[in-house]
T-cell receptor, first 113, second 114 residues
Framework: QKEVEQNSGPLSVPEGAIASLNCTYSDRGSQSFFWYRQYSGKSPELIMSIYSNGDKEDGRFTAQLNKASQYVSLLIRDSQPSDSATYLCAALWLTGANSKLTFGKGITLSVRP | NAGVTQTPKFRILKIGQSMTLQCTQDMNHNYMYWYRQDPGMGLKLIYYSVGAGITDKGEVPNGYNVSRSTTEDFPLRLELAAPSQTSVYFC?????????????FGPGTRLTVL
């Protein structure tokens, strides 16, 4: 059973702080990792993807991947109230002719003004 | 580009009724997916398709059926609706199965079965 686990939330940070979101996955065969942001009542929206060990930065967002520890994280610098949402971690497996994403349950982030 | 569109946005069904959730994408994507999301949970894969005429089961297929007659459309059929099918349903698409490929999601259909 391929599983993606996220920290139980919710997570609350003050405006301007760094928010750190963590995720672990069960299968070492996972090849790609994604962070989706989901506002209440809306669909998931991709904000970061990472495929290689190390850090990947995009604006205020940094994704970190450690395949040896089976660990993925998302850092949000200078958090804004508009970052308040649920963040879903997902891992992708290639299986023959197909690829499948497995999602974690998500963690809800609240940024306090 | 409209991306991925879904209809209807909301629907209330009685137990035992049937309905079809529509999904259309205009990005010429080969891969299409149906997920359901229950409150406080991640997305669970119901069915997916790798191209017109080819579909396969995901993690939670029971009570659902799909077809894919064109590249653009991937409808999800609920037969004999049950309260356990109350959920938000998302359709998604991607160009390929590659490790770098991104799934794009539709706006969702909120279904209540009473």
């Amino acid at each position: 059973q391929k599983e993606v686990e996220q920290n139980s939330g919710p997570l609350s940070v003050p405006e301007g702080a760094i928010a750190s979101l963590n995720c672990t996955y069960s299968d070492r065969g996972s090849q790609s990792f994604f962070w989706y942001r989901q506002y209440s009542g809306k669909s998931p929206e991709l904000i970061m993807s990472i495929y290689s060990n190390g850090d990947k930065e995009d604006g205020r967002f940094t994704a970190q991947l450690n395949k040896a520890s089976q660990y993925v994280s998302l850092l949000i610098r200078d958090s804004q109230p508009s970052d308040s949402a649920t963040y879903l971690c997902a891992a992708l497996w290639l299986t023959g002719a197909n690829s499948k994403l497995t999602f974690g349950k998500g963690i809800t982030l609240s940024v306090r003004p | 580009n409209a991306g991925v569109t879904q209809t209807p946005k909301f629907r209330i069904l009685k137990i035992g009724q049937s309905m079809t959730l529509q999904c259309t994408q205009d990005m010429n994507h080969n891969y299409m997916y149906w997920y359901r999301q229950d409150p406080g949970m991640g997305l669970k894969l119901i069915y997916y398709s790798v191209g017109a005429g080819i579909t396969d089961k995901g993690e939670v297929p029971n009570g659902y059926n799909v077809s894919r007659s064109t590249t653009e459309d991937f409808p999800l059929r609920l037969e004999l609706a049950a309260p356990s099918q109350t959920s938000v349903y998302f359709c998604a698409s991607s160009y390929s199965k590659g490790v770098t490929d991104t799934q794009y999601f539709g706006p969702g259909t909120r279904l209540t079965v009473l």
